[in-house]
């Protein structure tokens, strides 16, 4: 009988009854082929393996991370209440010792949503991983976190919720924004002044392959995350990087895919990305599941791979290489703000921002103090085609008093105004989530 040499915990939820449409790519057989494929092999039947139902998100779960036009319930189903909750149940399991690592196999995925949430973009409502994070902060106390998203869409939204957080540190390893949506990624994004270098990306050119991805992960990632010693490693696993994907172009393989789990070696991962429904995901995540209970996967292969799989040119290679020096340099010596403000002033990002899912347009201000002893407290100022005008007010996670006084000050300010139909406010240090106006 095999014998899991690390003990993992998985948890499905393939969302029977959320699809964008019957025949979108992000929908419930992505993960039926998949649950099929694992009883197939008998993975459930090792031990040292144990399947988890999932939790179901509370309203102050997302609350505690998003700022929810006009609230939570207007753009959220059960699905994605499930889908988060399935990384919260992940999350517990490997906190409380139940298991040591653990895989959250759900749909709908998140990694494009940001901190401000009016709708769905890039296929994404709310954000699983980072919802999950902020309970593992709240809950069990864990303060440095490091988030590697391999998915092939660069993790936006991922970003743009931990842009000012100089304690989670967010690597994205992804097809190169010229080229793929949504756009974002390049080597310059490197994080808010309070977080300067805690923002890592790696544009990759299309058709990387294995090559390139593992050189990658052994020469930019791994050392990185060596430096910034994560109390917890988190893989957001999108598997659209795979050679037959059918929206993204670059050349991967379910081998390739457990190798850099194996390297990775995360806490928890959880599914985002990968629409190739039968020719990948049921062997991208066999391969997974697989490296991270320790167990041999060099058998696992594609069907078509002998035929189909191409291996990396050497231009691609050559270029990879190349990105090395300055991914590092973006960490470990980053190019200094020139525009922070002073301790105590305010630093101010407007952003428009499209609902591609949804056909949403968004403008926002957004506004953060300059503090040297934590994130810094933030005010959202922000409106789109389906709501008007609403603030988002969040006194941080580990908040200093300063912040904290000021956080109430700007509620008080912000409900007297007449410029916002609904204040959200939060405060993470007394675990406050309110909602007020319409």
Not at 13 to 38: C, G, K, M, N, V
Not at 75 to 93: M, P, Q
Not at 285 to 298: E, H, K, P, T, W
Not at 334 to 350: C, E, I, L, N, W
Request: a negative charge; aromatic letters at 10%.
């Amino acid at each position: 009988m095999i014998k899991a040499e690390k003990s993992l915990g998985l948890v499905f939820f393939p969302a029977f009854d959320w699809a964008i449409s019957p025949t979108h790519p992000e929908r419930e057989e992505r993960l039926l082929y998949t649950q099929d494929q694992l009883r197939e092999e008998g993975i459930f039947d090792i031990e040292g393996i144990t399947e988890f139902k999932p939790d179901i998100a509370t309203e102050e779960d997302v609350m505690r991370l998003h700022f929810c036009f006009p609230d939570v319930a207007s753009v959220t189903t059960g699905s994605h209440l499930i889908s988060a909750g399935g990384a919260l149940r992940a999350a517990r399991a490997v906190m409380d010792g139940e298991v040591k690592s653990a895989f959250a196999l759900v749909r709908p995925p998140g990694h494009h949503a940001m901190k401000c949430v009016h709708g769905n973009r890039g296929f994404c409502n709310i954000n699983n991983e980072a919802v999950m994070i902020e309970y593992i902060r709240e809950k069990y106390g864990k303060r440095k976190i490091a988030i590697v998203d391999t998915d092939c869409h660069h993790g936006d939204g991922t970003q743009d919720i931990y842009w000012h957080d100089p304690d989670v540190l967010f690597i994205s390893l992804h097809q190169d924004g010229r080229t793929l949506y949504p756009g974002s990624g390049h080597l310059r994004e490197l994080g808010g002044p309070n977080a300067r270098g805690k923002t890592i990306n790696i544009p990759l050119p299309p058709n990387t392959s294995e090559e390139g991805f593992i050189y990658t992960i052994d020469s930019m990632v791994l050392p990185i995350l060596e430096h910034f010693k994560p109390e917890v490693i988190i893989n957001s696993a999108g598997q659209d990087n795979h050679y037959t994907d059918p929206i993204t172009n670059m050349n991967f393989t379910a081998h390739g895919y457990a190798l850099l789990n194996e390297k990775l070696n995360p806490h928890i991962a959880v599914l985002e990305g990968g629409y190739s429904v039968q020719g990948a995901l049921p062997y991208v995540n066999l391969g997974i599941v697989l490296a991270m209970a320790g167990i041999d996967y060099s058998h696992v292969k594609e069907p078509d791979y002998d035929i189909n799989y191409n291996p990396q040119d050497d231009d691609i290679t050559a270029y990879i290489k190349k990105l090395r020096e300055p991914v590092l340099a973006n960490y470990f010596s980053p190019a200094p703000d020139t525009d922070r403000p002073a301790t105590g002033q305010y630093y101010t990002r407007h952003k428009n921002i499209y609902y591609d899912t949804d056909g949403i347009q968004e403008s926002q201000r957004e506004h953060v103090m300059m503090c040297n002893d934590c994130r810094g407290v933030i005010m959202i100022e922000s409106s789109s085609s389906v709501n008007p005008p609403g603030a988002g007010i969040e006194i941080p996670v580990f908040g200093c008093k300063r912040c904290r006084d000021e956080g109430y000050r700007l509620l008080k300010e912000a409900r007297a105004s007449n410029n916002f139909v609904t204040v959200q406010f939060t405060d993470r240090v007394n675990r406050v989530y309110e909602r007020y106006g319409a």
